[in-house]
C-alpha cells in the first residue's frame, strides 16, 4: 500500500484530500498514508492561500488523493497527525 498512480485508481471516485504547501509538508503526508497502509495518488496543482488574511497568492502544491469512500478516516488521520493547513473537506 503506498503512492500509484492515477490509472491505477480506474474506476473509483477519487476525491483530493490534502494538498501540501511545502516539500517538507508533504513528505509527512506521504509518510503518514504509507505507514496506515493507504493507497493514494498525488499531482501538482495550483491553489490559492491569502497572505496575512487579505492578500490571495496562488500556489503550486502536492495533492493528494484517495478512494471517497475513505476521505472521511482519511481526513480524521491526518487531523491526529497534526496535518491539517491542507485538508480539503
Same mark, same amino acid.
Given at each position: ?7 491505477? !485508481? ?8 490534502? @494538498? ?20 493514494? !495518488?498525488?499531482? @501538482? ?6 497572505? !496575512? ?10 495533492? !493528494? ?8 478516516? @482519511? ?15
Amino acid at each position: 500500500m503506498a503512492l500509484l498512480g492515477s490509472d491505477d !485508481f480506474e474506476g473509483q471516485e477519487c476525491v483530493r484530500v490534502y @494538498i501540501a504547501g511545502r516539500l517538507a509538508e508533504a513528505k509527512r503526508v506521504e509518510q503518514t498514508l504509507t505507514d496506515a497502509g493507504i493507497d493514494y !495518488f498525488v499531482n @501538482i496543482e495550483r491553489f490559492e492561500r491569502r497572505l !496575512f488574511g487579505v492578500i490571495q497568492r496562488e500556489y503550486e502544491g502536492v495533492a !493528494f488523493y484517495v478512494p471517497l469512500h475513505r476521505a472521511t478516516a @482519511i481526513c480524521e488521520l491526518l487531523r491526529r497527525a497534526r496535518l491539517t493547513a491542507g485538508i480539503e473537506e
